[in-house]
């Protein structure tokens, strides 16, 4: 098994590296749809999207937010908290 996969990926990686400047853009574009663009710098993101944006489980973006050492906005207590991206950039940074 391990080498029919060897096989298919050496085939593959053959074909990609036979492709030209034209093939490649084609080729960019087909699969443009289906790539996660990066959020906008002052995205609003939820805090599942934030943990992982900042590489941390949620359970310690929450333990943060408890002790206010993240910035965040939430519409009352108890609601979905909200972290704007640019102010986690900043967070980080310090």
């Given at each position: 098994?391990?080498?029919r996969?060897?096989?298919?990926?050496?085939?593959g990686l053959?074909f990609?590296?036979?492709?030209?400047?034209?093939a490649?853009a084609?080729?960019?574009?087909?699969?443009?749809?289906?790539?996660?663009q990066?959020?906008?710098?002052?995205?609003?993101?939820?805090a599942?999207?934030?943990?992982a944006?900042?590489?941390?489980?949620t359970?310690?973006l929450?333990?943060?937010?408890?002790?206010?050492a993240?910035?965040f906005?939430?519409e009352?207590?108890?609601?979905?908290?909200?972290?704007?991206?640019s102010?986690?950039?900043?967070?980080r940074?310090?």
């Open positions: 098994m391990a080498a996969q060897h096989t298919e990926g050496s085939i053959a990609i590296e036979a492709l030209d400047d034209d490649y084609l080729l960019a574009a087909r699969l443009a749809p289906f790539l996660q990066p959020a906008p710098a002052d995205a609003w993101l939820d599942k999207e934030a943990a944006y900042l590489g941390m489980p359970s310690t929450h333990k943060l937010t408890a002790e206010r993240i910035p906005t939430q009352g207590p108890g609601c979905k908290l909200y972290f704007k991206r102010e986690l950039d900043a967070w940074e310090r």
